[in-house]
């Protein structure tokens, strides 16, 4: 008789990252050098990146091996769970089954130390000295900050003003692993007065976030070097163990996922659940549905056009080609401060310009009434962020129930909000609101950018 194999949970941790690059029909396109609109070379991109992380970058390698040293920190809690939401379905009294992967219990209370620790190794293998980085909601933030403990390197983080004043526990917790945090905008860079001339009462947005940390790193070309918490291909990569640790585990479960649900700022946690199976479907065939979610206040996938944009405000990063609501947009202050970005990754972009993943946009106050049944059926106070794809998932449910049709449905719980209850407390006393965006608000934007794609 043939037993099953029992995996320990750290054997469960892959040995390399996923490149969905290398199984994608249309390659996203290169990435432009804003002066000369010609493509970025690997040596321009050294003077802002760890020269490993922008081979990285290019690379068309199926698979990419980790560093033994990155592997050996990820067992620190690695493989995450896969669960089921028994509590969830019965409340929702659904015949859809529903499992998230809890990237929650991390050390940092988040899915963001995946790519934070690599970017650290790779930087401090190099002999890098200092890095820049900004945060919105500071998940990133602070999981920047404990890989740079983890490899001694100084870290300087600007966390957009909005969130650096809603989350001051966000704050504390980088002050707590080594990191200097500073409200953007800020004075100290130009990007920063730039936007404080123009409005003294400017909330901040990740965007110009990242103007300011960029320009602080290029000031500092030996020693300093900037790191960034998505977006990118690189980043993006490394969060794909989460997806490959999840096609083992719901094989052990004896389960398939018809759905794969994914918030959206700028891509890693919903790529990081979702190309590993999307890796089936362009290589074997396979249906299943793969979920990006965003705020309808930010709707970069739903409503933006795919367009060459800069990364950040004041246009010091390449061009990347991207569903943008322009690098100008405003968005609004919701509590989802990780996914108030401007644009999306070229990889994700292309992919939903090509039909091969979905995009959803939801209201805020939707998002918290899901998370809210999340945290009384299950237990976990999720952060504002994964609300998003909680609520995608309880669409899909109900849909179901409606439709009376079986579904497993798969999200990823990027995230705890044990530091974002400010969030909940605003939920509670009826504070916050729906923010729809008109047509007019996302015209002012997108009109200014260069039509370089016809």
Request: overall charge negative.
């Amino acid at each position: 008789m043939k037993t099953k194999k029992i995996l320990l949970p750290d054997q469960m941790i892959p040995a390399q990252w996923y490149n969905i690059v290398a199984d994608m029909p249309q390659k996203p396109l290169p990435p432009l050098d804003p002066r000369t609109r010609r493509p970025v070379t690997a040596e321009q991109m050294n003077c802002i990146f760890a020269e490993e992380l922008v081979r990285q970058e290019f690379s068309t390698e199926r698979f990419i091996d980790i560093p033994d040293e990155v592997r050996d920190l990820y067992r620190i809690w690695r493989c995450t769970p896969l669960v089921r939401a028994y509590a969830l379905e019965r409340a929702l009294d659904t015949p859809a089954k529903i499992y998230f992967k809890n990237e929650s219990v991390s050390p940092a209370g988040s899915h963001k130390p995946n790519t934070a620790l690599p970017q650290a190794y790779y930087n401090a293998k190099q002999g890098i000295k200092h890095l820049t980085t900004e945060t919105g909601g500071g998940q990133w933030g602070s999981a920047i900050a404990l890989a740079s403990q983890y490899f001694g390197l100084d870290l300087k983080v600007f966390m957009v003003k909005v969130s650096y004043e809603q989350k001051p526990y966000r704050k504390l917790l980088m002050n707590t692993w080594g990191a200097e945090v500073i409200p953007s905008p800020s004075t100290l860079t130009d990007a920063g007065r730039r936007a404080l001339a123009d409005d003294p009462d400017c909330s901040g947005n990740l965007g110009l976030a990242i103007s300011e940390a960029v320009e602080t790193a290029v000031q500092h070309p030996d020693d300093t070097r900037y790191c960034l918490g998505s977006v990118l291909n690189h980043v993006l990569l490394h969060q794909t163990v989460i997806g490959e640790e999840a096609l083992v585990q719901m094989e052990m479960a004896g389960d398939e996922p018809d759905v794969v649900i994914g918030c959206f700022g700028g891509g890693s946690n919903f790529a990081g659940i979702g190309f590993p199976f999307l890796r089936r479907n362009l290589r074997e065939g396979a249906r299943t549905r793969i979920v990006a979610v965003e705020p309808a206040s930010c709707p970069k996938l739903t409503r933006g056009t795919f367009q060459y944009d800069f990364g950040d405000v004041a246009g010091m990063t390449p061009m990347l080609p991207m569903y943008t609501l322009g690098h100008n947009f405003q968005p609004a202050d919701i509590h989802a401060g990780g996914l108030r970005y401007h644009g999306a990754g070229s990889i994700v972009s292309q992919l939903l310009r090509d039909g091969l993943i979905e995009a959803q946009a939801v209201p805020q106050l939707e998002t918290f009434r899901a998370g809210l049944l999340f945290a009384r059926t299950e237990g976990i106070v999720p952060a504002p962020e994964s609300t998003h794809a909680i609520a995608a998932a309880v669409r899909e449910a109900l849909r179901a129930k409606e439709e009376g049709a079986s579904k497993t449905i798969l999200f990823n719980l990027s995230g705890h909000g044990m530091i974002d209850l400010y969030a909940y407390e605003q939920y509670f006393a009826d504070k916050l609101q729906d923010y729809t965006v008109t047509d007019a608000e996302l015209r002012r934007t997108i009109d200014q950018l260069d039509r370089i794609i016809k």
